[in-house]
């Protein structure tokens, strides 16, 4: 694995082999796809391909009273002119004013109309296709998207928000009040959303993780529930091309620590500072990181860890697995999780 490295000898390494899952911040669903930040804003989205209206995203954050939005995608870019329109399967399911939407940087329509949720989304949920037009200019864009998956997309949106079963979800909708978010993952967008002790750590860190030249990270990084603490996943330092270092730190009453992670290495267990290109997976409390040896992905590094209280006097990470592919030779072999394992040695 390609990390900074520390001596592993009074750090009390826990290499354990059991199996599971990795951190689900992405999964397809025949047309759709569901992405997720480590703090749990989601979105599903279908893309054309093609020319005028080529992408439609929903998107919903994590609060439990967070609105459900609409984002259109055009190779024009632009306001609307006139009403957004929209038909499944050849019958209307709704008309938003050009009003209705706001212009981001990049083009994009954007709206958190009530009838997203309220009239449109139903009826996108039981039909086989929508269709999206609207005037811009002197020219009228339309465009039709699949909605095959689009329900198992909300599933997996709503389990991965923990609204599965609440009066809050948007397909796995039951009678349980709306959960304490609380507790759950949120994003750092900046430095200024850290708490002081946090911050002193990660600036202080000696792999200059606070100088970034050029580069602004997008968000920062990450922070979650741990046991009676909060443990925060921070971009440290300028990235390469494809490849993002983080540090991790744990906030336990205000004493802030830099969090090891265990790691295999040929002449045996070592620890080391941070990992490349993370993702949390907060339901079951594990940590994966994919190092990759170039852009295509087909050659890297691999490693899954699990947060345990028993791991140290405040808890601390196992690893579960570490795989790696060093040859890139445009074969993905089943991607990460499918590569020769270094650790457990089968």
Known sequence: MLERALSSAAL???????????????????????TCSEGLTCSASVSDGGEGIYGLSLTRGK????????????????????????????????ELSADAFTVSNSGALETEAAMVAETILPVMRNGSEMTVSFPQ??????QTFSLSGLAAS?????????????????????????????????????PDDLPPPVRDAWEQSGSDCASFGSFTPEPLGFSATVES?????????????????????????GMVTPVPLPDMAPEGPIAVTGAWNVSWDDRTKTLTAFFKGRGLGDCGSYDRWQWSEGAGPVGGFVLLQSR???????????????????????
């Open 12 to 34: 009390g390494l826990v290499l354990i082999t059991a199996t599971g899952t990795k951190a689900d911040t992405f999964r397809q669903f025949r047309d759709w796809a569901v």
């Open 63 to 94: 609060a439990a009273d967070a609105p459900l939005g609409l984002i259109l995608n055009t190779s024009s870019g632009g306001p609307a002119s006139g009403p957004v329109t929209f038909a499944v399967d050849g019958k209307p399911a709704g």
């Open 137 to 142: 200019g002197a020219e009228t864009l339309t």
């Open 154 to 190: 909300l599933l997996f949106l709503d389990e991965t928000q923990r609204r599965d079963g609440t009066v809050t979800a948007l397909a796995a909708k039951g009678d349980e009040p709306a959960r304490d978010v609380s507790l759950l993952p949120d994003d750092i967008e900046t």
């Open 229 to 253: 603490s909060r443990l925060f996943g921070l971009v440290c330092g300028s990235p390469g091309a494809y490849n993002f270092y983080y540090e991790m730190f744990l906030d336990s009453g």
């Open 324 to 346: 790696s592919k060093p040859d890139c030779d445009g074969d993905y072999a089943g991607g990460p999780e499918a590569w020769p394992a270094d650790w457990p040695k089968s």
